[in-house]
C-alpha cells in the first residue's frame, strides 16, 4: 500500500463550519499524498453530516483508510457533548463555548487512542478558531502547526491590530487609513469589517483575535495562499514574526485526483453540470453567498431583478434558509423560462472550471476567491462582512479580475457590473488577466512549486522529529 510510514502520523483538527474544513481536507490530502498517514477529525455531530462524502471514498477501499498518492488519509471524530436535538447547537457563542470546555478532553482521548493503536501522533494541524488545540499538542508533547484559511495580507491586518502595532480607525476617527507593510493603503472600506468600530459582530472578532494569543505555541503557521500572489505581504509579515507564514495554497481541488473525498455540508446538486453542459461557452453568471452569509430580503431582490434584467443565464445558489427572501413567483417564472437554475448547494469547482461559464457573482469568502482565480474565472465582487471586504479589493484594485458592486447594490447595478465583467471595454483584459493568474496559481501546487515545496519541506521536517 504505497510508501505509508505507520511511524509519521498527521492528526488534521477542523473547526466545524464548511469554508474551515474544505482549506484543512484539500491540505490534508495534500500531506498524505506525500507518504504519511494522516487523520481528518472534527466534532462527531459534524462528522456524521460529512461522512457521506468520506464514506464514499472509504467504501471503494478497503478498510478504513484511503490511499492518497503515497500515504494513507483516514476520518475520525471527537464527541464535543453537541445535542443534535438542539436548535441552537450551531449558534456560534455556544459552539465556541462548548467546544473549549468539552474540546480538550475529547481531543485528549482521541490522541490516545491513535497512541494505543500503535500509530502515534507525530504532528497536529488545527484551523482557526480552536486555539486549544495548540494547548493540547503541547500538554502532550506533539509539535503543532496551524493553517490560516484567510489571506495573508488578513493574517497581517489581524496580528497588527492584535499587537497594538499600527493605528486603527476608532470611534474618534473613523475615517483613518492604515498603512501596513507589504500592503497597499486600507481605508475603513476595505479593512476587515471586524475591526471596525462600527463592528456588530463581536463574538467572531474575540475569536478571531484570540487566535493570536498562543499562536507562538505552533511551529508552523500555513496560510491558504501562494507566495507569487502575495509576495509582498509574505515578506512584509516574517519580519514581524518569529516564524514565517508559510504559503500552502491555493488549497483547491478541482482536477485533482483526490478530488472526491469531500468534506461537504450540504449534498452537491449534480444536476448543475448537466445545466451547464447545454449551455453556451462563456454564457453562465454564476452566483453564490458561501455557506454561511445571511442577505438581506432586499439584497435578495435586488439580486433577484438585477440577474433577470441582465437577460443571461445564471446559476445562483440559494441556501434554504435564504429561499423565502426570493421576490414572490420568483422561482416558479424561472422554472417556467427555463433558461436559468436555481439550486441549494453546488459543485462549486466543478462549475467555475466548466466552459459554459462567464463569470462569478460571488461573496469573496476567501475559498471562493482562491476557487475563482484557480479557475481563471472575473468576479463580480459583493463582501458583505470580515475578511470577504479586503478580498474584494485585492482581487479588483490590485490584480485586477473582478468588478466591485457597491454596497448596497441596486438592480441597476448588478445589471451594469455583469455587462462590465463580461462584454465591457476591460472585460477581455481582465479575462486575460484571471487567466494568467490561473496558470500562475496552478503552478504553485503542482509538483515542484512553490507551495507544494512548502508541504514536502513540512513533512521532512516532522519525519526529522520522529525519527
Ligand atoms: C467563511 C467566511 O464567510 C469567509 O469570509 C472566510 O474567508 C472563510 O470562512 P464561507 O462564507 O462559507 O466562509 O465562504 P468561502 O470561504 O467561499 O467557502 C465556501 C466553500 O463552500 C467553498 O469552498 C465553496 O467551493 C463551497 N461551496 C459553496 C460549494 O461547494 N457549493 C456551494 O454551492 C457554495
Keep these: 500500500?504505497?510508501?505509508?510510514?505507520?511511524?509519521?502520523?498527521?492528526?488534521?483538527?477542523?473547526?466545524?463550519?464548511?469554508?474551515h474544513l474544505n482549506p484543512l481536507l484539500r491540505l490534508a490530502k495534500r500531506v498524505a499524498s506525500k507518504g504519511p498517514l494522516v487523520t481528518f477529525c472534527t466534532t462527531l455531530d459534524l462528522g456524521k453530516r460529512i461522512s457521506?462524502?468520506?464514506?464514499?471514498?472509504?467504501?471503494?477501499?478497503?478498510?478504513?483508510?484511503?490511499?492518497?498518492?503515497?500515504g494513507l488519509l483516514r476520518f475520525e471524530f471527537f464527541d464535543?457533548?453537541?445535542?443534535p436535538t438542539d436548535p441552537h447547537r450551531d449558534d456560534l457563542d455556544i459552539l465556541l463555548a462548548r467546544l473549549e470546555s468539552n474540546g480538550p478532553p475529547a481531543l485528549t482521548n482521541l490522541i490516545n487512542r491513535q497512541t494505543e493503536a500503535g500509530r502515534p501522533v507525530s504532528c497536529l494541524i488545527n484551523n482557526p478558531f480552536l486555539p486549544w488545540a495548540l494547548n493540547v499538542a503541547e500538554n502532550l508533547g506533539i509539535p503543532s502547526a496551524?493553517?490560516?484559511?484567510?489571506?495573508?495580507?488578513?493574517?497581517s491586518t489581524y496580528y497588527h491590530f492584535h499587537h497594538n502595532l499600527a493605528d486603527f480607525p476608532t470611534e474618534e476617527y473613523p475615517d483613518r487609513t492604515v498603512n501596513l507593510p507589504g500592503l497597499p493603503p486600507m481605508g475603513p472600506e476595505d479593512l476587515p469589517t471586524f475591526l471596525l468600530p462600527s463592528n456588530p459582530y463581536k463574538p467572531l472578532k474575540n475569536v478571531i483575535l484570540a487566535q493570536f494569543k498562543?499562536?507562538?505555541?505552533?511551529?508552523?503557521?500555513?496560510?491558504?495562499?501562494f507566495e507569487e500572489l502575495e509576495r509582498d505581504a509574505f515578506d512584509a509579515i516574517a519580519a514581524r514574526l518569529p516564524i514565517p507564514v508559510i504559503p500552502v495554497g491555493p488549497l483547491?481541488?478541482?482536477g485533482e485526483p483526490q478530488e472526491k473525498i469531500k468534506a461537504d455540508m450540504w449534498k452537491p446538486e449534480d444536476r448543475c453540470i448537466e445545466w451547464l453542459d447545454k449551455q453556451e461557452k462563456r454564457s453562465v453568471v454564476y452566483v453564490s453567498a458561501g455557506s454561511i452569509v445571511m442577505l438581506t430580503s432586499s439584497e435578495m431582490q435586488e439580486l433577484a431583478f438585477g440577474l433577470r434584467n441582465s437577460g443571461r443565464p445564471f446559476l445562483w445558489v440559494v441556501r434554504e434558509n435564504l429561499r423565502e427572501l426570493l421576490p414572490k413567483g420568483f422561482e416558479e417564472e424561472i422554472e417556467a423560462e427555463g433558461k436559468s437554475l436555481l439550486v441549494e448547494w453546488s459543485p462549486q469547482e466543478k462549475v467555475l472550471a466548466h466552459k459554459s461559464l462567464a463569470c462569478f457573482v460571488t461573496h469573496c469568502g476567501w475559498n471562493s476567491t482562491l476557487e475563482l482565480i484557480a479557475a481563471g474565472v472575473p468576479a463580480i465582487a459583493f463582501p458583505q462582512w470580515g475578511d470577504q471586504v479586503p478580498d474584494a479589493k485585492f482581487l479588483c484594485d490590485v490584480h485586477g479580475i473582478g468588478v466591485r458592486l457597491p454596497t448596497p447594490a441596486a438592480r441597476a447595478e448588478i445589471v451594469r457590473c455583469l455587462t462590465a465583467a463580461t462584454d465591457g471595454p476591460?472585460?477581455?483584459?481582465?479575462?486575460?488577466?484571471?487567466?494568467?493568474?490561473?496558470?500562475?496559481?496552478?503552478?504553485?501546487?503542482?509538483?515542484?512549486g512553490s507551495s507544494d515545496r512548502n508541504i514536502e519541506r513540512f513533512v521532512d521536517d516532522v519525519r526529522k522529529w520522529v525519527a
Aim: charged content about 20%.
Design 146 to 155: 496551524v493553517l490560516w484559511v484567510q489571506s495573508c495580507a488578513v493574517f
Design 52 to 70: 457521506a462524502a468520506a464514506a464514499a471514498a472509504v467504501a471503494e477501499s478497503d478498510s478504513d483508510l484511503i490511499p492518497v498518492g503515497h
Design 80 to 83: 464535543d457533548g453537541t445535542d
Design 426 to 448: 476591460d472585460a477581455e483584459a481582465m479575462l486575460k488577466r484571471a487567466k494568467k493568474w490561473k496558470e500562475i496559481a496552478r503552478a504553485a501546487v503542482t509538483s515542484g
Design 1 to 19: 500500500m504505497g510508501e505509508a510510514s505507520p511511524l509519521l502520523h498527521f492528526l488534521f483538527v477542523s473547526f466545524p463550519a464548511q469554508g
Design 214 to 225: 498562543n499562536i507562538s505555541k505552533a511551529r508552523w503557521i500555513f496560510a491558504n495562499s
Design 252 to 254: 483547491v481541488e478541482a
